[in-house]
């Protein structure tokens, strides 16, 4: 009977471990075909496997981006590098602990699945977890454009009006694949990624009113707002070297 147990617990374990690195994979492949379903349903919602504690995460990304900046010193500055660092730590590990924290307007909880998150505390403390020297309070309390403007670091935001010309200036060739703000007029914020598609991250306040990633052309949030500023963080040299030097 014992060992039934236990091979029942095995198949267990693999059936959900490579259902997530499936979902886990639109962030790894472009060419992944993953169901607008198990993007949109709260019980489907993508996210790591929990090997370690979220807290014991941030440690070592800590650690490695503190050998990055000590070989980036040691050696001529590699963009590219800090892009790719950045990115990672932010989407492919520190985003997936998120996913499924529940939405608050007032919402400014700093533990993920703990307590509830609104959209701009989200952004705020997701960056202050990657290595960005922000104060998450204030950056979450300002309006999306002058969120903008201090995430800039001193680089143009971009303003479009209409949702379908954004979608247009993201799916442009001379737009660069990577991470990047997104403020809705005086209302929501949140992450695009830019890759095959165009991926929206938030702690989204309709339904399932939780952090999640979807589809930018399928949210329907995003089809309600007329006018937006974009700000790139993974192609600003400076975001990045504020990320970098502050760890």
Not at 30 to 55: E, G, N, W
Not at 81 to 103: D, H, N, S
Not at 159 to 168: A, K, P, Q, R, Y
């Amino acid at each position: 009977m014992k060992k039934w147990s236990m091979f029942f617990a095995l198949l267990v374990f693999v059936f959900h471990w490579t259902s997530e690195a499936r979902v886990n994979a639109i962030f790894l492949h472009d060419d992944a075909d993953v169901p607008d379903s198990v993007l949109l349903t709260q019980d489907s919602i993508p996210r790591l496997p929990p090997v370690i504690p979220y807290f014991a995460l941030l440690k070592q990304l800590k650690q490695k981006r503190q050998q990055l900046k000590s070989t980036l010193n040691a050696n001529q500055i590699d963009f590219q590098k800090m892009q790719m660092e950045f990115e990672r730590q932010l989407v492919q590990e520190i985003f997936p602990y998120w996913y499924g924290t529940a939405w608050d307007f007032n919402g400014y909880t700093n533990r993920p699945n703990q307590g509830k998150i609104a959209c701009g505390y989200f952004v705020s403390t997701t960056l202050l977890h990657s290595g960005l020297p922000i104060d998450r309070y204030k950056l979450a309390q300002m309006a999306p454009l002058d969120e903008a403007k201090m995430l800039a670091y001193g680089q143009e935001v971009t303003c479009v009006n209409e949702f379908d010309s954004l979608m247009m200036f993201m799916q442009d060739s001379s737009t660069k694949n990577g991470v990047y703000f997104i403020g809705l007029d005086q209302n929501h914020v949140g992450f695009l990624l830019k890759r095959k598609h165009i991926w929206f991250i938030h702690s989204a306040y309709n339904e399932p009113a939780v952090v999640r990633v979807e589809i930018a052309l399928k949210s329907t949030i995003m089809n309600s707002f007329s006018r937006f500023y974009l700000v790139g963080l993974t192609t600003n040299e400076k975001f990045l070297a504020a990320w970098l030097n502050a760890s």
